[in-house]
Nanobody, 126 residues
Framework: QVQLVESGGGLVQAGGSLRLSCAAS????????MGWFRQAPGKEREFVAA????????YYADSVKGRFTISRDNAKNTVYLQMNILKPEDTAVYYC???????????????????WGQGTQVTVSS
C-alpha cells in the first residue's frame, strides 16, 4: 500500500503562483511514476502533468504547458507541482497519483493510476 498526501493548495489571485506537494509513504521502495490531475465542479477529472520514476521524463497537458512544472525528490518521497501564471480556469481540486505499472510515466488516463491522494483545493480569483 502507498499513502499519498497533498498540500500547498489555497486561494491566489490570477497571475500568482502556488507550489503543491505530494508526500508518499508505504511501499515507496519500488519505482513508480507520478501524476497530477484536477477536477473542477461539474467536470471530469483531467490530466495535468506526469513524471517518470527518475524524473527524466515529464509530460504536461496543453492547457498548463509553459506555466506548470512537475518535479520529484525521491530521497524525500515527494513530488511537486509548481504552478505559475495561474488563471481562474485552473480552479479545481488537485490530486496526485502513483502509477506502479509504467514507471516511465506519461499516463494521461486517471484509471491507469494505482493510488491517489485526498486532494487539495486550488482557487484562483480573477
Amino acid at each position: 500500500q502507498v499513502q499519498l498526501v497533498e498540500s500547498g493548495g489555497g486561494l491566489v489571485q490570477a497571475g500568482g503562483s502556488l507550489r503543491l506537494s505530494c508526500a508518499a509513504s508505504g511501499r515507496t521502495f519500488n519505482g513508480y511514476a507520478m501524476g497530477w490531475f484536477r477536477q473542477a465542479p461539474g467536470k471530469e477529472r483531467e490530466f495535468v502533468a506526469a513524471i517518470s520514476w527518475r524524473g527524466g521524463n515529464t509530460y504536461y497537458a496543453d492547457s498548463v504547458k509553459g506555466r506548470f512544472t512537475i518535479s520529484r525528490d525521491n530521497a524525500k518521497n515527494t513530488v511537486y507541482l509548481q504552478m505559475n501564471i495561474l488563471k481562474p480556469e485552473d480552479t479545481a481540486v488537485y490530486y496526485c497519483a502513483a502509477d506502479f505499472k509504467w514507471i516511465d510515466g506519461g499516463q494521461t488516463d486517471w484509471l491507469q493510476y494505482d493510488y491517489w491522494g485526498q486532494g487539495t483545493q486550488v482557487t484562483v480569483s480573477s
